[in-house]
């Protein structure tokens, strides 16, 4: 996912965002929610929407010094 460079102008807020946009399309979060405001959903199902799961996957970030602190849980400053 593409991101420009604003040079230190919003770095965590575009960091998180990009992660909680990896991982919600990664576990199908919008078609998830298009599917059960239609008006679909009729119970649970074991692989309703489960999606792909990233533990043990190898994910990847190009270009954001905030997104390696943010993965290995520092507070960058």
């Known amino acids: 996912m593409p991101a420009p460079d604003a040079k230190g102008v919003l770095t965590e807020t575009t960091a998180e965002l990009a992660a ?17 405001r239609a008006g679909l959903y009729d119970g ?3 692989h309703l929407f489960v999606g792909n799961l990233l533990k043990g996957q190898t994910v990847g970030v190009i270009g954001a010094p ?8 520092v507070q960058s400053s």
Do not use: K, Q
């Open 20 to 36: 909680s946009l990896s991982l919600a399309a990664a576990r199908r979060i919008v078609e998830a929610d298009e599917f059960t």
């Open 44 to 46: 649970w199902l074991p």
């Open 66 to 73: 905030y997104w390696i602190s943010l993965c290995n849980g």
